[in-house]
């Protein structure tokens, strides 16, 4: 596997490597999860909002007087109300050239410009009361045509939805690199398609939910809230509130999914802080289903018009994309809402040899709720695109799929590489992940099965996709760009007096093994058994400054940070050691709880005496020994700005070409994480983010009519993926360590939901193929396939 | 089960998921019942399963000042056989139904349909007086009830009267239920020797509101095929029978599938348009009919 | 006929005596009155599946009830299911598999698997998908709680993995 010397990771009684049950599951196994809506304090608050019920509309006038008075009710407050505690926020980074955005505010102050947009806020003592409330504010409306297509946004004389941005265009960039126009002229074949992305959502199992509490007396404001990012999440409360940096603190205990979606800084979140100063109580507010639809961020909706060109051996010759996107009237806060097309623009076509690229991106604003980075943001996009015309270029050109991938990807001992539009590769391992792929699928097996059921009119495809995934961002992601978003991560580790660790580190937990994650890490390091360390995420006082977890950087920079502690706090409890034992420290190890005799593993003294020590016994040592059992280290990523990893993923499914509906059979996903802390934990996040891709192929859409008004915002009209149709998804890896760091690990958040849909979308067009039809439009529905099919 | 897709444009757009304040009568007996419904005419709720009636109360789709429930009239479930008929009690559950060996045999077309209806959580608790009521065009058991030529049995302060299935629904979730009506029981009749019936539905999703349903029961009588998801109540496809009504075969499978576009016009929803709902409900008659003759 | 009901029910094994709001609903009058908080809204129309609990011995949806209506009745919650040690095995195998991720859906998966090993015998991998095709999971894929359900069905039978 790698070159690299054996170090403590690869000790024999190490975690790294093993598929360990997550010790922080039991309690929710047990329902015994602390989400913010279990969280219960004295003269608790319940908010809810009266959002607006038009796409474009201006606020003539709200009279709050009626539902003031309803029982149960404590304050009603409009954009007025809130002017002076909020300053408002303005969603752009600086780096992205050109990028521009209007201002936003808790609440809409004259003019609401999407459907959902919060108007005014209720707080009482009861969520009910609250509710009832909201029927009694009485607005007066003056309707604004709305701006709902991107298309229409950008075309000439269109009316800007912020006058003093003076057009609609947030942000536009253009790659050309190589000969692009050359390569289509001397191409053999050129393949063409537009490719639709519909806007969907994230739809986490918990709401969006927070709890401001503030005592007015010291000033102090304590947030529980369901994030991803506690001290960026604080950072804005002090940009924006009139609040010290003492005096802030955040705190996020169970988080019910989050997928990206609970990384934004939304409206009626800082609407709620405000409230909390305003009335010195605390206030709660817990998203429900219906208003999630129209206030969570949504994601993906693009429309890329895309070609290649390809010479008759099946080498892939250029690649051009023009992709436009809508995101809503505002760039979301602080990460902005350029992000996703940026990395289309970024990625799509990366994986190929082919040095002829031309993208050209557009971003509108228009009267949708904002749109922002979502789990995989971009990739699911670039990987169709991508993929979706390779698919097309094999079949112009007579050629196996999987052989036009094989001739074209980029070959595993090139690196490191660089792509057209400058994405820098360390190592990747494209080639022995497809072969891999073909192996464990029997691709040639399933070609065979599927041209025998042909011959019985049964349809089934098969679908590949390689990809790259974006992990481990750097400083030059957001930190550039002015927002306050840190790329490093900080670990602090201490023995306790009875020899047991515990860890404080800045990257969060969301369910996907963070925790346990750290503790392999920080037990096979110290020597120390798993259930001997206690691991403390998700709170402001009480953990190292970090950003969080985001961009698949929990293991690749989080993890660095633990095993760095871990073996500052390992020299120091070896020194400790020494002293005690009259040893050098280097003639000394830690195993199983004992400081034991390197050379042969004799076991000395346990790690609790060595505590007890450090901590009570400071008499029985030598003089001018000052024990230091706590030890802190950082991580961030410097040598290259991201740390990527590949993968290929393929599908095999049947289609009724009658009904147009698809059934999923089996779903296969190689890939290349680095090196894994646990094999477990990795196939997890790969098949839940399938299926989000999954679902984005054939269910999610954001279903929005002419005048802007969603059309499908309940859980049972907008369809999210369930168990009944999810295929059984097979995983294998590889692992090419990651150099730079002694961990080696990369991330493994995107890659499932990255390639998923490009892998589907190419199975139902193998489907489809012997019919002459094909389809390009996500979600694929059966109407689609249907339409596709000439049977409509 | 949920239905509202909410494609009306309202003026306001309020979110709310806590259904409003009304008071609760726990109804013991039929004549309680009745006496609420006098008493309180249109702004009264009957509550049974509630697996439909909750959700438009959480979200003040539905604002009724009382809400009475029968669940505790014992009288209202049970499923027996009555002469040429199985009678249904009004509540009984649709897993009570789905898990009765009675049905199975006697009303197989129910029997096939039951295991359609969303999910074991919602079939522990919905009934099948109220999903007649609710009479939901896209819901399971009216096509099933209308292709069996079933009776409901109605009452009230007033008496009690007989409907047919065929009666019963009138348009988009409206009823011959009147304001101060119950639906007490449904007679179907009992299925004779050679009987036969398929259920099939396409659904986007398990346990979702069909796209297109078909409801066939062939008897000896004739064929009766009732769709649902096509219309603003289920449809029965009375040329697409008649064109098979000398027996099935292949080209006469082809003559029902273009007959029906004069039964059918079916409006689109969210899932699909009207042309690819009529395409599909060809597509289940060519199913269904291929099942019948093998049957 | 008023607002306000008072019910006497059992919740775990427990007599509970309680004056609640007509309009209250099971799942919030098990998360505020009681602080049984591991039964979750998720949705409040009935979808999701994560406020699945037992009534008189059978699932539903906590969300689709008035606490009003259940003077008299049973409830089991994953609080009680727990204690009792009767889905000791399955909150095993889920740990085993890593069938659950965030966890918010994880007990209304749980109270649900659990009503389908009542069943008793081994169903297929499509059956337990079909029976737990209302409880949305948005983090695993679904593939491990199958596993993990289908392990315990196989334990509980007898049998050991193919």
């Keep these: 596997m790698s070159e690299r010397p054996l170090s403590f990771l690869d000790r024999p009684n190490s975690y790294i490597g093993k598929s360990v049950p997550r010790p922080n599951a039991q309690r929710l196994l047990q329902g015994r999860g602390v989400f913010v809506d279990d969280i219960r304090l004295p003269r608790l608050l319940h908010a809810a909002f009266l959002r607006s019920p038009y796409a474009h509309a201006r606020i003539k006038h709200i009279d709050t007087a009626a539902a003031s008075r309803r ?11 809130l002017a002076g505690l909020c300053t408002p926020w303005v969603g752009v980074l600086t780096h992205l050239k050109g990028m521009k955005s209007a201002p936003q505010h808790p609440l809409a102050r004259d003019r609401a410009c999407w459907q959902g947009e919060p108007v005014a806020a209720v707080a009482a003592e009861s969520r009910a009361e609250a509710e009832d409330a909201l029927a009694e504010i009485a607005v007066e409306w003056e309707e604004l045509p709305p701006l709902a297509s991107a298309e229409a946004a950008l075309a000439p004389g269109a009316r800007a939805i912020h006058d003093t941005l003076g057009d609609n265009l947030a942000f536009a960039r253009a790659v050309d690199a190589g000969a692009v126009d050359d390569a289509f002229a001397r191409a053999d074949a050129v393949v063409a398609e537009t490719f639709t992305f519909a806007r969907h959502t994230g739809v986490c199992p918990e709401p969006r939910s927070i709890l401001a509490e503030f005592d007015p007396g010291d000033r102090r404001l304590t947030l529980y809230c369901s994030s991803q990012a506690p001290h960026m999440m604080k950072e804005i409360v002090l940009r924006h509130f009139p609040l010290a940096e003492t005096d802030v603190r955040v705190v996020c205990r169970d988080v019910g999914g989050s997928y990206g979606v609970k990384i934004h800084v939304y409206p009626d979140e800082m609407a709620v802080i405000a409230l909390a100063l305003l009335l010195g109580r605390p206030v709660k507010f817990v998203a429900d289903r219906l208003e999630s639809f129209v206030s969570d961020i949504h994601a993906r909706e693009h429309r890329v018009a895309a070609r290649m060109a390809v010479s008759r051996t099946g080498e892939i010759l250029a690649i051009a994309i023009d992709d436009l996107t809508g995101i809503g009237p505002y760039s979301t806060y602080p990460r902005s809402s350029a992000v996703e097309g940026n990395q289309i623009v970024g ?92 192996e464990l699928m029997d691709y040639e097996g399933l070609r065979r099965e599927q041209r025998d059921l042909r011959a019985k ?3 089934r495809g098969i679908g590949l996709a390689s990809f790259v995934e974006i992990t481990n961002p750097g400083p030059a992601f957001y930190g550039v760009g002015g927002a306050p978003i840190s790329a490093q991560d900080g670990c602090s580790v201490r023995l306790e007096p009875g020899g047991s660790v515990t860890c404080a580190i800045s990257v969060t937990e969301q369910g996907q093994g963070t925790e346990t994650m750290v503790a392999q890490i920080v037990a096979s390091v110290l020597g120390v058994a798993l259930a001997r360390v206690r691991v403390v995420t998700g709170d402001t006082e009480r953990t190292p400054y970090g950003g969080g977890t985001w961009a698949s950087r929990g293991t690749g920079i989080g993890g660095e940070a633990a095993l760095q502690a871990a073996k500052a706090l390992r020299a120091n409890i070896l020194d400790l050691a020494g002293a005690m034992l009259q040893a050098a420290p280097g003639d000394l190890d830690i195993a199983e709880g004992w400081i034991v005799d390197a050379e042969t593993g004799a076991r000395r003294i346990g790690l609790e005496e060595v505590g007890r020590a450090g901590y009570f016994r400071g008499d029985t040592l030598p003089p001018l020994t000052q024990p230091e059992l706590m030890a802190t280290r950082h ?64 269910f999610e859409e954001c279903l929005y009519d002419a005048a802007g008004q969603l059309r499908n915002g309940t859980l049972a009209d907008y369809l999210v993926p369930m168990a009944a149709e999810m295929p059984d998804i097979e995983v294998a890896h590889l692992e090419t360590p990651l150099a730079g760091t002694e961990l080696g690990a990369k991330g493994i958040g995107e890659a499932g939901t990255a390639g998923a849909p490009a892998a589907v979308m190419n199975a139902i067009n193998d489907a489809l193929a012997p019919l002459g039809a094909r389809v390009s439009e996500q979600p694929i529905t059966p109407a689609r396939i249907l339409r596709a099919l000439g049977r409509l | 089960m949920l239905t509202p897709a909410r494609e009306t444009r309202r003026a306001r757009w309020e979110d709310v998921l806590k259904a409003p304040s009304f008071a609760y009568l726990r109804a013991s007996s039929l004549a309680q019942v009745f006496d609420a419904l006098a008493e309180h005419g249109e702004d009264a709720r009957i509550l049974a399963g509630g697996q439909s009636l909750v959700p438009a109360l959480n979200m003040r789709l539905s604002e009724p000042r009382l809400l009475i429930d029968i669940n505790p009239i014992a009288a209202l479930t049970g499923i027996e056989r009555r002469g040429g008929m199985l009678r249904i009690g009004a509540l009984t559950r649709h897993s009570e139904v789905g898990a009765s060996p009675l049905v199975a045999r006697l009303a197989p077309l129910i029997h096939q349909a039951i295991p359609h209806i969303a999910h074991p959580a919602i079939r522990n608790r919905g009934t099948f007086g109220g999903s007649l009521a609710q009479a939901d065009p896209a819901a399971e058991l009216p096509a099933c009830v209308l292709a069996l030529d079933a009776v409901l049995h109605l009452a009230s302060r007033r008496g009690e009267r007989a409907v047919s ?76 029978s008649a064109a098979l009504a000398a027996g099935i075969t292949a080209e006469r499978i082809a003559a029902a599938q273009a007959a029906l576009a004069r039964d059918l016009d079916p409006p689109g929803d969210l899932q699909a348009d009207g042309a690819t709902k009529l395409h599909l409900a060809r597509v289940l008659l060519g199913r269904a009919a291929r099942a019948l003759m093998a049957a | 006929m008023s607002e306000s009901v008072d019910i006497r029910l059992t919740v775990n094994g427990q007599a509970v005596a309680r004056r609640v709001a007509a309009r209250q609903s099971l799942v919030d ?109 948005r983090c695993t894929g679904y593939h491990a709680i199958i596993d993990a359900v289908e392990a315990t069905c196989r334990a509980r039978a007898g049998k050991s993995a193919p």
């Excluded at chain 2, 000896?220 to 697409?240: D, I």
């Excluded at chain 3, 859906?105 to 659990?114: E, K, P, R």
Aim: proline share 4%; net charge neutral.
């Design chain 1, 71 to 81: 029982p149960g009710v404590v304050r009603v407050v409009t954009a007025a109300d």
């Design chain 1, 347 to 438: 990625l799509t076509g990366s994986w190929y040899r082919s040095a002829n690229y031309r993208a050209r991106l557009r971003v509108a604003f228009q009267t949708k709720p904002p749109m922002s980075q979502y789990r995989a943001v971009g990739h699911p996009i670039a990987c169709a695109v991508t993929e979706g015309l390779v698919d097309l270029a094999a079949r112009a050109i007579a050629m196996d799929p999987a052989e036009l991938r094989r001739r074209n990807l980029i070959a595993d001992e090139a690196y490191p590489w660089k792509s057209p539009a400058g994405l820098l590769f360390e190592k990747l391992s494209h080639q022995r992940a497809l072969e891999r792929m073909l």
């Design chain 1, 457 to 459: 009119g049964i349809h």
């Design chain 1, 635 to 698: 991580h961030q990523p410097r040598d290259y700005p991201f740390a990527f990893t590949n993968g290929v993923q393929a599908s095999w499914l049947e289609l009724d070409i009658e009904t147009g509906f698809v059934r999923l059979l089996k779903h296969w996903v190689v890939e290349d994480c680095g090196r894994m802390v646990s094999p477990l934990l990795v196939d997890e996040q790969i098949r839940g983010g399938v299926v989000q891709g999954l679902g984005a192929a054939l």
């Design chain 2, 165 to 240: 299935a065929r009666d019963f629904f009138r348009a988009l979730y409206e009823t011959a239920l009147a304001p101060d009506e119950v639906i007490t029981a449904i007679d179907v009749p009992v299925a004779p020797q050679g009987t036969r019936s398929v259920f099939v539905e396409l659904a986007r999703r398990r346990g979702d509101y069909a796209l297109v349903g078909l409801a066939a029961e062939a008897r000896e009588v004739g064929l009766r095929l009732v769709f649902f998801g096509v219309g603003n109540k289920p449809v029965e496809a009375g040329a697409a």
């Design chain 3, 29 to 137: 009058f098990l998360r505020e009155e009681l602080g049984l908080t591991g039964t979750r809204a998720g949705c409040e129309h009935g979808v999701c599946g994560a406020c699945t609990l037992r009534l008189d011995g059978a699932i539903v949806r906590a969300c689709l009830l008035f606490a009003a209506q259940l003077d008299g009745a049973s409830i089991e919650t994953i609080e009680g299911l727990s204690r009792s040690g009767e889905i000791a095995d399955l909150q095993a195998a889920f740990h085993q598999h890593n069938a659950l991720q965030c966890g918010f859906c994880t007990a209304g998966i749980l109270v649900a698997a659990a009503a389908l090993l009542r069943r008793g015998g081994v169903p297929s991998r499509a059956e337990i998908r079909d029976f737990l095709s209302g409880n949305y999971c």
